[in-house]
């Protein structure tokens, strides 16, 4: 069995299967997920599981290099935001992008995957960009 925090079989076998920059988005339960993108469906009800918990799961196998936000969530503040601040701080996120919501849709076109979360707070989508551990 496995000995790291993730144990949803999908979402380790994309994080094992990943090249540098490869894009991967955490989202919230709203984000429409574009044809022919890989879905992984995490969400239960509202707010279960959650944006933060989701992430930090993610991020305990996952290198990455950056990360891209919409602008739009420093206009609403979620609670995740001071979480990704924090992340960001300790070097677990990379170098930090901005773009619309309308350009991180058009984004997430290129993701590899997006895991929806239950999460209903605006704007709590994140796109990491694989990084290298060498």
């Known amino acids: 069995m496995k000995k790291t925090p993730l144990l949803n079989v999908a979402l380790s076998r994309l994080i094992a299967s990943l090249g540098h920059g490869d894009i991967v988005i955490i989202a919230d339960a709203g984000l429409p997920v574009p ?50 601040d924090e992340l960001s701080a300790e070097g677990a996120l990379g170098q930090r992008e901005w773009l619309s919501h309308e350009q991180f849709k058009a984004l997430s076109r290129q993701a590899r995957a ?21």
Do not use: W
Request: hydrophobic share 50%; with cysteine; glycine share 6%.
């Open 35 to 84: 044809p022919g993108v890989e879905l992984i469906d995490l969400a239960l009800t509202q707010g279960i599981p959650d944006f933060v918990s989701t992430l930090k799961v993610v991020l305990s196998e996952m290198q990455v290099e950056r990360h891209v936000l919409a602008q739009e969530i420093l206009e609403k503040k979620p609670s995740a935001l001071a979480v990704l």
């Open 114 to 134: 997006i895991v929806r979360t239950g999460e209903c707070q605006p704007y709590c989508n994140i796109a990491l960009i694989a990084g290298v551990t060498f």
